[in-house]
């Protein structure tokens, strides 16, 4: 069993290409299995539904609530990681039953736990080539973690791409001003990121035995996070420059993920069932949002509900469609795949539809009272502290969390309300509104200042029931008025229409449309309105305009299917409803409507399905066991399902007239709120809080000349020839002179630390001074300063050969790597340092060949004294006379 988890990928925008001809090997994978829509859960974000995904249940039951979480060690926060877990994943039930799994990439993955087979975490991107080390490979990136330096081999920097690589996604890329643009440094990391990940996965199947393998990419959802506000059709606000420059990246990042699916699918081998699927879509038509919310996760406003399912194998269906999958049926399917029984607290089921012949469903309380050695790693065993900086730095960037920042208790704080947040969102998406309203009247009380916590309140006291504690947050948050707000007037419409307003709740959802007419949920709610009403042609002109927005938009098909099964058109509510239930599978009005359709249409065994599929989703829907009841009476029925549907009937009846008497008491209840400030007040704490993400650095005014290179590669030899020419060197003379470097090394020992110290570069004793500063340690050089950087160059094949002689001499273990690999990963090494310095604004750079050096002083000496100036460097006979060339003595 394979499975393949592209991020964000989306049929709106697979499905052109596919017509093109660009993804044959997706086009061939649907061909001989199923496909669909892959509806997603809410709150929409990646950690939260890849889990779900691996472990068939909603976040509130797994645990992971989020990007980061509090963390009761050493304080502060850190990632949500395999640790913070709280069942087991498929990988997990597979070690217990015997089988083996290589997992690669999967989101909070890491530490790597100790599973049956091999494990290669979303740390994986953290390991990095040292010239003096070689491979480093961060702790707990990969099980069995004697692995780590092996699988290390197969990390693709962003420095190894070459136009090859970079022009069929930006053919422009030459134009493009890499000092002032720094999208191609984004794009060359996605890119070699999701390489390093298909190479490992690659390897993995290749050479070792499996039965399950699972392999998460994340290109197609940072690659259209950076990069698909260019894409066609141009948006009005984008600049005609940047259009043409980027309008090709998106679609190419499909193309690359249908090439690396190629070489998966040719693995596996026809024997293998393969199952493709995205955790959500991604806005690329006229829905694109304009900007992104400065909040926590403010990028998920670009991910669109559905997502996508591929499955093909031996037993699979071949070339159907099939309906109404979660992300939570995933799991349950592959355990069904292995002939496993499913946890009964599983929220997710078998997805029997896609099987030739469906297989028999064997089901057990539950697989965390499974005893027995899972590989799962216990809530101690969490990342260490510099991996959860590495991380949270990353999901900074990405826009996904604020930095944490120095003060440890706000951001433990402020990570638990988000986390608290999220499962409230979850808890809100399944129905269970108190135990959400009981979250988030606390988050309020600590915030009462952020709209995203104050609206989500008030829609969770509407779906409760509590309309007039609902209205009374919702005009707290408007200043005491109506609202004003389109978002805000749709809510308040729908308190109406509850309330049986229906005059007041048509003039909202009226002013609504005013106020945003490209909002799909406002016709929707129109048409809503206008059902309640009575007037059908209102309401299906409505509905019809929100799908000319969103043709994916389930609720408009839901509101469609109403409208004809009122006026009677059976077909037609067939199609409708089967459209929405084909998008989302929990609607149970919709399976109402296709039951009462295929009823009226003499149906009644296609009505029976549909029927209880919908008392499935709502137990409580009387009409589903009137209907059902009345087939059941039908000549060679089941008159014991008769009588009891009839009794549910009767129970329900008399159920629902007694909590209606409880319904008009709990919707006029009202609770104390804490004191809401006004919006502007509101907005200016958010102000305070959320300054500008990216200040101006300011300049300290000073300038630095540092010498830089590869170990062994001439730094030393220029220490000597700026000291001789009048630039004394920044040294602790700690180390000695030796027969390697017989005139001195010329080091400062403390430059070791200027990733964690920058004051170093603020005492007067490093002023007009040269610091010797190797090539692993520029990209950590404060940014407050200038510098002008002499880079020594020599052939790679000499470093390695002076370096082997000096550990050699010394008795000491270099790298643990053979010359070819240690060549590649110091060329690659040397060209990320020349790529991060072009990219930085404060660097003056001069790159001097060693051998040029030794054998002909005189051009690079003259190129010296006019990068540094004339006065720096006044006795430029004695730096001639300071080169020995007897002491280049690795020559290639």
Wanted: charged fraction near 25%; hydrophobic fraction near 40%.
């Amino acid at each position: 069993m394979l499975l393949i988890g592209w991020d964000a990928a989306d049929w709106e925008h697979i499905t052109p290409l596919l017509e093109e001809g660009l993804m044959p090997t997706l086009d061939g994978f649907i061909n001989r299995g199923v496909m669909g829509n892959l509806a997603t859960l809410q709150p929409i974000l990646s950690p939260m539904l890849w889990n779900s995904v691996a472990t068939g249940k909603f976040a509130d039951k797994h645990g992971i609530h989020g990007f980061i979480e509090p963390d009761p060690v050493n304080g502060g926060v850190r990632p949500y990681s395999s640790a913070s877990r709280k069942c087991k994943a498929l990988w997990n039930i597979l070690t217990q039953s015997g089988l083996r799994s290589n997992i690669v990439g999967w989101w909070a993955s890491h530490p790597a736990e100790p599973i049956n087979g091999t494990v290669v975490t979303n740390a994986f991107g953290g390991v990095k080539f040292d010239p003096e080390k070689g491979w480093t490979v961060p702790r707990g990136a990969v099980h069995p973690p004697e692995r780590g330096r092996e699988l290390a081999r197969y990390k693709v920097f962003p420095n190894e791409l070459t136009e090859a690589h970079i022009l069929p996604f930006i053919p422009e890329a030459a134009k493009i001003d890499q000092q002032k643009d720094k999208r191609l440094n984004s794009f060359a990391k996605v890119l070699s990121d999701n390489a390093s990940v298909h190479a490992v996965a690659t390897a993995l199947m290749e050479d070792e035995d499996w039965d399950f393998t699972a392999v998460y990419y994340d290109g197609i959802d940072h690659f259209s996070h950076a990069f698909m506000a260019y894409h066609p059709p141009k948006l009005s606000w984008i600049d005609e420059n940047d259009f043409a420059l980027y309008k090709d990246v998106v679609r190419g990042a499909y193309r690359f993920h249908d090439m690396m699916l190629e070489r998966l699918l040719d693995l596996a081998g026809p024997e293998t069932t393969v199952i493709l699927c995205s955790d959500h879509g991604f806005e690329s038509g006229s829905q694109r949002p304009r900007g992104t919310p400065r909040e926590p996760a403010g990028p998920a406003v670009w991910h669109r509900q559905y997502g996508i399912f591929v499955m093909a194998g031996p037993g699979i269906q071949r070339d159907e469609r099939i309906y109404g999958a979660s992300l939570i049926d995933v799991a349950p399917t592959i355990l069904s795949l292995f002939d496993l029984p499913i946890g009964e607290d599983m929220d997710g089921r078998p997805l029997l539809e896609a099987f030739e012949t469906a297989p028999k469903v064997k089901t057990i309380p539950s697989w965390d009272d499974v005893p027995g050695d899972a590989g799962m790693l216990g809530p101690g065993q969490q990342m260490d502290s510099n991996q959860a900086n590495e991380l949270m730095q990353q999901f900074a960037a990405l826009g996904y969390i604020e930095d944490p920042g120095e003060d440890k208790e706000k951001a433990a704080a402020a990570a638990e309300v988000e986390a608290n947040y999220n499962v409230a969102r979850t808890l809100l998406w399944k129905g269970e509104t108190e135990q959400a309203r009981g979250l988030l009247e606390k988050i309020v009380g600590q915030r009462p200042w952020e709209d995203r916590f104050l609206s989500l309140l008030t829609e969770c006291y509407f779906q409760g029931g509590y309309l007039a504690q609902a209205e009374r947050l919702l005009r707290a948050t408007a200043d005491g008025g109506d609202p004003d707000t389109a978002s805000g007037k749709l809510l308040f419409a729908r308190i109406k229409l509850a309330r049986g307003e229906l005059g007041g709740a048509l003039a909202a959802v009226l002013a609504a449309e005013g106020l945003n007419p490209r909002l799909p949920g406002i016709y929707v709610q129109i048409g809503d309105t206008y059902a309640r009403l009575f007037q059908w042609e209102n309401a299906k002109i409505a509905y019809e305009k929100a799908i000319a927005l969103d043709e994916d938009n389930a609720r408009a098909h839901l509101g469609l299917s109403n409208v004809y099964r009122h006026t009677g058109d059976n077909q037609q509510t067939v199609d409708s409803a089967l459209r929405a239930v084909s998008l989302l599978h929990r609607l149970p009005q919709a399976h109402f409507n296709l039951g009462v359709a295929l009823a009226r249409s003499g149906e009644n065994e296609r009505a029976t399905l549909a029927f209880e599929t919908a008392l499935r989703f709502q137990p409580g829907m009387v009409n589903a066991h009137r209907y059902l009841a009345t087939i059941n009476r039908s000549e060679g029925a089941d008159p014991e399902k008769a009588r009891f549907h009839r009794s549910e009937v009767a129970r329900l009846t008399s159920r629902v007239v007694r909590r209606e008497v409880g319904y008009d008491r709990k919707r006029e209840q009202l609770f104390d709120l804490p004191e809401i400030p006004p919006r502007a007040a509101r907005l200016e704490i958010l102000l305070r809080e959320r300054p500008d993400p990216k200040p101006e650095i300011e300049k300290s005014g000073k300038t630095f000349v540092l010498v830089s290179g590869l170990p062994r590669s001439g730094t030393s030899l220029m220490m000597q020839l700026l000291q001789a020419g009048g630039l004394q060197p920044m040294t602790d003379s700690q180390r000695i002179a030796d027969v390697d470097n017989p005139r001195g090394y010329f080091e400062w020992e403390a430059i070791k630390q200027i990733g964690k110290r920058p004051e170093l570069l603020d005492g007067p004793e490093v002023e007009g001074r040269a610091i010797k500063c190797v090539s692993m340690l520029l990209p950590r050089i404060p940014a407050q300063h200038e510098y002008k950087v002499i880079f020594m160059t020599r052939p790679i094949a000499e470093v390695v050969a002076s370096q082997e002689a000096m550990t050699t001499r010394l008795g000491t273990k270099g790298a643990d790597l053979d010359r070819e690999q240690l060549e590649h990963g110091l060329r690659a090494h040397r060209a990320e340092v020349r790529k991060w310095a072009a990219a930085a604004p404060n660097i003056a750079w001069l790159e001097i060949d060693y051998p040029s050096l030794v054998q002909d002083p005189a051009p690079a000496l003259a190129k010296l004294r006019e990068f540094l100036g004339a006065t720096v460097l006044p006795n430029e006979s004695a730096m001639a006379a300071a080169i020995d060339p007897t002491l280049h003595r690795r020559k290639a």
